[in-house]
């Protein structure tokens, strides 16, 4: 099952920050935490993750809470190549495979 | 370099067939996994391979099985095929096994009648 919960849909306009939302309460210590976004009829491509520091990357940003529970993904200019399904997931060492919930469907806003 | 390549890109297949799915992942990973996405289902875990060893495998019957050759390429066969398995199957490439970024292909859309 997949041990994350993230909102069904969510809009943003053009060139605007996006702020994804993500909780994981009952992650433990030595799980990453994972984003993959999946564009329209392509397989998903990997984002950014992180384990405990907020980490930055060409595509991305992600804040990670203090307690870990929660995370954010953050598009800090939104383009409408941007629309697509985002996945936040464990990577749970124990068992060494990708388990996608449902995502984030993102739509922009010309 | 290449990425994932998965073959074909769509099949049509009748129930009760088997079937064979192809992918070779990027040079130098070792790490191939699969996956099975539906509408309604999602993005589903099917299995794993390391180094030719299936090292994980998730909730799905017998009639889907796969293998990996030594030059890390994979194949996933379905045998008896229902009409539920219509789907979107990707394979995913990783250099070590999903504990850092995988790549994945663009999928094989299977249609079964």
């Known amino acids: 099952d997949a041990k994350t919960t993230q909102p069904n849909s969510m809009e943003s306009n053009e060139e605007e920050p996006v702020h994804l939302p993500c909780n994981h309460s009952?992650?433990?210590?030595?799980?990453?935490i994972h984003w993959y976004r999946q564009l329209p009829s392509q397989g998903p491509e990997y984002v950014i993750h992180?384990?405990?520091s907020n980490v930055n990357n060409r595509m991305a940003s992600l804040a990670i809470a203090e307690d870990r529970k929660s995370s954010t993904l953050i598009l800090h200019r939104a383009t409408l190549r941007d629309a697509a399904v985002y996945y936040c997931?464990?990577?749970?060492?124990?068992?060494?495979?990708?388990?996608f919930g449902k995502g984030t469907r993102l739509h922009i806003l010309p | 370099k290449a990425g994932v390549t998965q073959t074909p890109r769509y099949l049509i297949k009748t129930r009760g067939q088997q079937v064979t799915l192809s992918c070779s992942p990027i040079?130098?990973?070792?790490?191939v996994s699969w996956y099975q996405q539906t509408p309604g289902q999602g993005l589903q875990f099917l299995f794993e391979?390391?180094?030719?060893?299936?090292?994980n495998k998730g909730n799905f019957p017998g009639r889907f099985s796969g293998r990996q050759f030594s030059n890390s390429r994979s194949e996933m066969n379905v045998s008896t095929l229902e009409l539920g398995d219509s789907a979107l199957y990707l394979c995913?490439?990783?250099?070590?096994?999903?504990?850092?970024?995988?790549?994945f292909g663009q999928g094989t859309r299977l249609t079964v009648v």
């Open positions: 040079s130098g990973h070792r790490s």
């Open positions: 391979y390391f180094s030719e060893t299936q090292r």
């Open positions: 995913a490439s990783s250099s070590r096994p999903l504990d850092t970024e995988a790549f």
């Open positions: 009952t992650i433990s210590g030595t799980d990453y």
């Open positions: 997931i464990l990577d749970v060492n124990r068992d060494d495979k990708i388990i």
């Open positions: 992180g384990l405990t």
